[in-house]
């Protein structure tokens, strides 16, 4: 070793419209605060521009995907998430990334952990976050991953190849329930929400009752400091409601703002993170609002009018639109929501940190010379 900082092997990938470094989970402290700490080393959290770090600065590029060996029989791989806050020295686990997901199955075929088919493979994706499986279908012609194609999805530039993430049953991911409350609609600071819990624990309300007219954009919602106060609110209280008591410190519930659509779609939305909006839409975002979209009182399925089953729910958002496809399987079986995504290899290295976590506790650390 050159130098007295402490390295391990990364990939960094794009993950749908998110990106961010994955690591196998043998290469990280089984510990989860001696992980943490690292993680925040690593990215550099605690500082807007993430200067010292690898985070891009940014909510959708401060994540982190840590993948192993599956913990359980119906799945191939187990896939944590992990949200690093920029403002503050906070790594949160509880809810999943599904843009992130989508570099998932690429990156387990391309570590050994899953065998390649031709000319596709399947990987089963235990999210450890939720407690969920996900299929995702890659694309591997003679065994290979291919990460280029035609496929476009709004919220990143050129094309690349399709990678489908069919969530099998995504409802109650962090409660338990699809509405938490027991409620499909409810007040909060006289603005009627819907607490819906699918994929991701989320807030969804109209965005008129806050003012919003849907011309405005990203920067100017993420400028509007009374409209993010107020959210803010609704959205700790909704936490509560939901079970989620220290919502406060954690990026879930998501506040969700709804509108009608302007360009053929089913619903407009705009999915903040929680104090930021996101330039696009969240991918478990939109298969937790897409699912409301079909749930009988929510203000989703309201303002979205009839929705059958099987079908699409288009969501438009700031950069384009997102289709979801929705079925189920059999009269009493769990709604299953399917998605196209794409995903790239960006980088392999190693990446350094400051701290050597083995000088600093005798806990078993593990990772690569």
């Known amino acids: 070793?050159?130098?007295?900082?402490?390295?391990?092997?990364?990939?960094?990938?794009?993950?749908?419209?998110?990106?961010?470094?994955?690591?196998?989970?043998?290469?990280?402290?089984?510990?989860?605060?001696?992980?943490?700490?690292?993680?925040?080393?690593?990215?550099?959290?605690?500082?807007?521009?993430?200067?010292?770090?690898?985070?891009?600065g940014n909510a959708l590029s401060s994540k982190v995907a840590i993948v192993g060996p599956a913990s359980r029989d119906d799945a191939d791989i187990d896939y944590l998430f992990a949200q690093v806050r920029l403002d503050r020295r906070i790594v949160d686990t509880t809810p999943n990334c599904g843009n992130m997901l989508a570099a998932v199955g690429p990156f387990a075929i391309e570590s050994g952990m899953v065998a390649a088919s031709d000319p596709q493979t399947q990987v089963r994706i235990h999210n450890v976050n939720t407690g969920k499986v996900v299929l995702?279908?890659?694309?591997?012609?003679?065994?290979?991953?291919?990460?280029?194609?035609?496929?476009?999805?709004?919220?990143?530039?050129?094309?690349?190849?399709?990678?489908?993430?069919?969530?099998?049953?995504?409802?109650?991911?962090?409660?338990?329930?699809?509405l938490p409350t027991g409620e499909a609609s409810e007040w909060i600071d006289g603005v009627?929400?819907?607490?819906?819990?699918?994929?991701?624990?989320?807030?969804?309300?109209?965005?008129?009752?806050?003012?919003?007219?849907?011309d405005e954009s990203v920067a100017a919602l993420n400028a509007d400091t009374a409209l993010l106060a107020r959210m803010e609110r609704i959205r700790i209280e909704a936490g509560r409601r939901m079970g989620i008591a220290d919502a406060a410190d954690r990026v879930i519930p998501k506040p969700v703002l709804?509108?009608?659509?302007?360009?053929?779609?089913?619903?407009?939305?705009?999915y903040f993170m929680p104090h930021q909006c996101h330039s696009a839409l969240?991918?478990?975002?939109?298969?937790?609002?897409?699912?409301?979209?079909?749930?009988?009182g929510t203000v989703a399925r309201r303002m979205a009018g009839e929705v059958a089953l099987p079908g699409d729910v288009a969501l438009e958002h700031p950069s384009g639109r997102l289709d979801v496809a929705l079925h189920r399987p059999g009269t009493d079986a769990p709604i299953v929501a399917s998605?196209?995504?794409t995903a790239r290899r960006l980088f392999e290295g190693r990446v350094f940190a400051n701290a050597d976590p083995r000088k600093e506790t005798a806990a078993p650390w593990s990772s690569a010379a």
């Open 282 to 296: 969240a991918i478990t975002g939109a298969v937790g609002i897409s699912t409301a979209c079909v749930t009988p």
């Open 339 to 341: 998605v196209v995504r």
């Open 136 to 178: 995702a279908t890659v694309q591997t012609p003679e065994g290979r991953v291919n990460y280029r194609g035609d496929t476009e999805i709004a919220g990143a530039p050129g094309t690349a190849a399709p990678i489908s993430l069919a969530f099998l049953d995504a409802a109650g991911a962090r409660t338990g329930k699809l």
């Open 1 to 56: 070793m050159s130098n007295d900082l402490y390295s391990l092997p990364c990939v960094l990938m794009r993950g749908g419209s998110s990106k961010g470094p994955f690591f196998l989970a043998s290469d990280l402290p089984g510990d989860p605060a001696e992980r943490d700490r690292l993680l925040l080393d690593l990215m550099g959290a605690g500082h807007p521009l993430q200067i010292d770090g690898i985070g891009g």
């Open 258 to 270: 709804l509108l009608p659509p302007r360009a053929g779609g089913t619903l407009a939305v705009r």
């Open 192 to 214: 009627e929400v819907s607490c819906v819990d699918c994929a991701m624990p989320m807030v969804m309300m109209a965005a008129s009752a806050l003012g919003v007219t849907g």
